[in-house]
């Protein structure tokens, strides 16, 4: 119920104290969000070990020499579209910088969660709690009726 109640204020992004009552208490079910978001019920996945990134898709934006310069000297691949105007226009791995959409595309997830789109949180702690839940919700999403 009260899982329920903070995916609830998540998805609509309503404040807690216009919750709908058949979750329960506004206030008991804010208190519960905040007491676990401080003893890091929410930060159980960042800690896990995360590999070193091998490239770095992004889009044009992000093009100059002295960006992807930094790039190569930490040992990640630039996968970075050149500008229209570039002089010397840079070689595009196409086929790896065809994964970008799927950043894109969970990005897109995340936003339709109206909490997360608008911050309306008052704390990076709860911002990030609720950032945590709806990668969460999308990840365990990710496993059903797959085939």
Not at 5 to 30: A, F, Q
Not at 38 to 49: F, I, Y
Not at 95 to 102: A, E, F, M, T
Not at 107 to 133: C, E, G, P, V
Request: glycine letters at 4%.
């Amino acid at each position: 119920m009260f899982l329920n109640g903070m995916l609830h204020v998540l998805r609509t992004g309503c404040p807690w104290r216009d919750m709908h009552e058949r979750y329960g208490k506004w206030n008991s079910i804010y208190v519960r969000f905040r007491r676990w978001a401080e003893q890091g019920v929410w930060d159980a996945r960042q800690e896990l070990p995360a590999p070193n990134p091998r490239a770095m898709l992004a889009d044009r934006s992000y093009d100059s020499d002295s960006f992807r310069q930094d790039l190569l000297i930490h040992g990640i691949l630039p996968v970075i579209p050149s500008r229209k105007g570039r002089s010397v226009p840079q070689k595009t791995d196409w086929r790896h910088y065809r994964d970008r959409n799927r950043i894109e595309r969970m990005f897109s997830h995340l936003k339709q969660m109206r909490r997360i789109a608008t911050r309306y949180d008052k704390t990076a702690l709860s911002f990030m709690s609720f950032l945590n839940i709806a990668a969460a919700r999308l990840w365990i999403r990710s496993f059903v009726n797959v085939t």
